[in-house]
């Protein structure tokens, strides 16, 4: 009976979960006009991973006016009107955000049930729909080392409140959780233990009421406190293994053709047509290939670089080779196959690791797959490796089957055919053992379902444990941090705060502090301290021109990149100051004689690269902000580890974004002493080598636009010195 009784609880618990869930969603109608007739109008979106003609929208008026309800959980959500397939417009009637990266969209705040009803701290009343905690979720239970993360939500400015009740060895103990963040619509608290066996429930309090969050569910709180129903953790559970390496990793992506030239024999032409459409690569060849890479290592090594992100090798018409039409051959404009093997050999050699890029959610219109098709039509046996709409199909805008962004010439595959899935499969499994690759990075990850991911990491962990996954996507990842796909994703949402405070300037420090909060609760730890930090990509405009060709918010950016959490990843010729706008411009051929000023750049680079490996805080210490100035535009924060007496264990970030000098006292992780200059942005300046701390405080003075490292003074070695 008992036994039955428990299986009755668990159903109605799920149901219940399940009941909530759907109640969550709430109805939204999208509307847009065109100003004359359209065929098509699609909705995209975060909602749909922004695919172009997954979500198409109904017109009743000879299309003009063109309307979609959807089902949408509660949260914020950006989206854009797709008409005829090929121009995408924001909606004239909603408000606009830049999504951190220059791009505009249209913005849609979904609000859970009872957010019609202002938010009062001390009301006594709590908003039920916002309160949340998911045990399966790593974002809510985390075991990172030997320590439990757990994170619990509620709507911002509602709970006066919020305290963790847990039980350990049959004693009832409690845990007065942090804010440690608020967004748009929620407040996040979090709280760490030991990693051990706990049963363990929320108690939340405002005003004279009092609520009880278990595994049941919310009700009012019991007295004394009920643990029958309780959260259960076990030690080790929600654990997941990003490699250890990534941590300490500095990363360096190359376009190989744009990188060195070192075999002038397969450049390929630059005065004809790439392909039987007869278009022209519009940006030309550089010539750069694999071998020119191999020329190069020693001023990686020398610059401090760990790891090699290449952008595609493998065969293409185009320069960037994102539109696969050979997996397993290296393009022959890049060198051979022995080529890709040699160089995997002299990076593992030399100490580098290799990641590839794998481009999975399309290929290239000469894919032997998509041959067959344009050949055989309706009568192919691939045509169901493709998404067709109808027939006959042609390499022709706005094409009869599904493209990346409806580009005629990188048709999508079709994961959900699982031969589809098996074929790429085993192209991962072949290079990641040929070359013992050591990772991945995954293009357009968000719009490939998630159904394949969760094949690809046992495939690849299989062939290699310690190789990295990375995927690429540009809003919040945390579904995909769920230990059952990726490891890490290329962190847009990091540098779309450092380019809004430093390179744009329409940051506050405190909503820089607020962004770097919220990206701290936002993963699983495993996966925040394997976050890809690139101030600029093969994507993105130069960071040297987001900053207006200003070198010395260069170099703070440089210097908020070296001291973060995460991974820092230089894009080639970011360490020199080239410049570029958007695609093409951003991929012009490396420098290979650069100017003193950029010889200076790259200097301080190295130097800050020698300071973060030096210093274990900075690259495995919590984060701790010391100052918040908005008046002044200060910032300061300290990287911090135990025990705080090991060399390396503290590091003390300071930074002066504003144009006037700065006379600064700020609290420091260190009661007496003295703090050691280890490095700073101002190539010539008066700061003194020592600064004295007493009574937990240091006072310093910062020129204008400088930034700082500060170490314990006991910690300093000579090599560290400016």
Request: aromatic share 12%; glycine share 8%.
């Amino acid at each position: 009976m008992r036994r039955v009784a428990l299986q009755a609880f668990v159903l109605l618990w799920v149901l219940s979960m399940l009941w909530a869930q759907a109640q969550m969603k709430r109805p939204v109608t999208f509307r847009f006009e065109t100003p004359t007739p359209a065929e098509k109008v699609y909705l995209a979106g975060t909602f749909n991973e922004w695919q172009p003609r997954a979500t198409p929208m109904h017109s009743t008026d000879g299309g003009r006016t063109w309307s979609l309800t959807l089902e949408l959980e509660p949260g914020v959500y950006q989206y854009k009107f797709v008409v005829n397939g090929t121009e995408w417009h924001i909606d004239p009637n909603a408000p606009v955000v830049d999504d951190g990266n220059g791009n505009l969209n249209s913005v849609l705040w979904v609000e859970p049930d009872g957010y019609n009803r202002p938010a009062r701290l001390g009301d006594g009343i709590f908003t039920r729909s916002a309160i949340d905690h998911n045990p399966a979720d790593l974002r809510d239970r985390n075991v990172a080392g030997e320590t439990l993360y757990l994170r619990l939500r509620t709507r911002k400015q509602d709970v006066a409140e919020v305290r963790l009740l847990y039980t350990q060895n049959g004693r009832v103990r409690t845990l007065s959780m942090k804010p440690a963040v608020s967004d748009e619509l929620y407040t996040y608290y979090t709280a760490t233990l030991p990693d051990s066996d706990y049963a363990y429930a929320f108690l939340l309090i405002d005003g004279r009421a009092r609520l009880w969050l278990d595994a049941s569910g919310l009700r009012p709180a019991p007295t004394p406190p009920r643990f029958q129903h309780a959260f259960k953790h076990r030690r080790g559970e929600n654990r997941f293994e990003a490699p250890e390496w990534v941590q300490d990793a500095i990363f360096y992506q190359i376009v190989p053709d744009r990188f060195y030239n070192a075999d002038p024999s397969n450049d390929p032409p630059n005065n004809q047509p790439i392909d039987f459409t007869g278009r022209r690569e519009g940006d030309g060849f550089h010539g750069g290939d694999l071998k020119g890479i191999i020329e190069k290592l020693d001023y990686l090594q020398e610059l401090g670089i760990t790891t090699l992100y290449l952008t595609p090798v493998f065969a293409s018409v185009t320069h960037h080779n994102y539109d696969t039409d050979d997996y397993e051959t290296v393009d022959p404009q890049l060198g051979t196959n022995e080529d890709l093997e040699t160089l995997a050999r002299r990076l593992h050699q030399n100490g580098f690791r290799l990641v590839l890029d794998g481009v999975f959610n399309h290929v290239g219109i000469y894919f032997f797959a998509f041959q067959d098709l344009l050949q055989h039509q309706e009568r192919s046996p691939y045509k169901d490796w493709f998404i067709v709409e109808r027939f006959p199909v042609k390499v022709e805008p706005n094409p009869a089957y599904w493209a990346w962004w409806n580009i005629p010439y990188m048709p999508k595959l079709n994961h959900e055919n699982p031969i589809v899935r098996r074929y790429l499969l085993g192209v991962v499994e072949r290079w990641t053992r040929r070359l013992g690759l050591d990772g991945w990075r995954l293009d357009v990850a968000n719009e490939v379902p998630d159904r394949f991911w969760r094949e690809f990491r046992p495939v690849v962990k299989r062939a290699n444990p310690e190789a990295v996954i990375i995927g690429e996507i540009w809003g919040d990842a945390g579904r995909w941090l769920q230990g059952d796909m990726f490891d890490s994703v290329m962190n847009y949402l990091w540098r779309g705060a450092v380019l809004g405070w430093i390179a744009h300037r329409n940051l506050r420090p405190s909503q820089f502090d607020m962004r770097m909060r919220d990206l701290q609760i936002r993963y699983p730890r495993q996966s925040l301290y394997a976050m890809y930090n690139m101030l600029s990509s093969h994507d993105t405009p130069r960071f040297w021109r987001e900053c207006g060709g200003d070198e010395r918010r260069v170099r703070l950016g440089f210097l908020l990149q070296m001291t973060a959490i995460g991974a820092p990843a230089i894009y080639y010729g970011d360490e020199i100051g080239m410049d570029g706008g958007g695609i093409p411009d951003n991929r012009r051929p490396m420098e290979w004689n650069p100017t003193p000023q950029q010889r200076a750049l790259r200097e301080f680079v190295r130097h800050l690269i020698r300071v973060r490996q030096a210093i274990p805080a900075l690259r495995r210490g919590d984060w701790q902000t010391l100052l918040i100035d908005d008046a002044r535009n200060l910032y300061a924060y300290a990287r911090t580890m135990e025990p705080k007496t090991a060399r390396g264990s503290l590091a003390i970030v300071v930074i002066n974004n504003g144009e006037q000098p700065a006379e600064i006292e700020l609290p420091v992780p260190l009661a007496e002493g003295a703090l050691s200059l280890v490095a700073s942005t101002a190539p010539e300046n008066d700061l003194r080598d020592t600064y004295p701390v007493s009574n937990g405080r240091v006072a310093l003075t910062l020129a204008p636009m400088t930034g700082i490292v500060l170490i314990p003074s006991y910690h300093t070695t000579g090599g560290l010195k400016r």
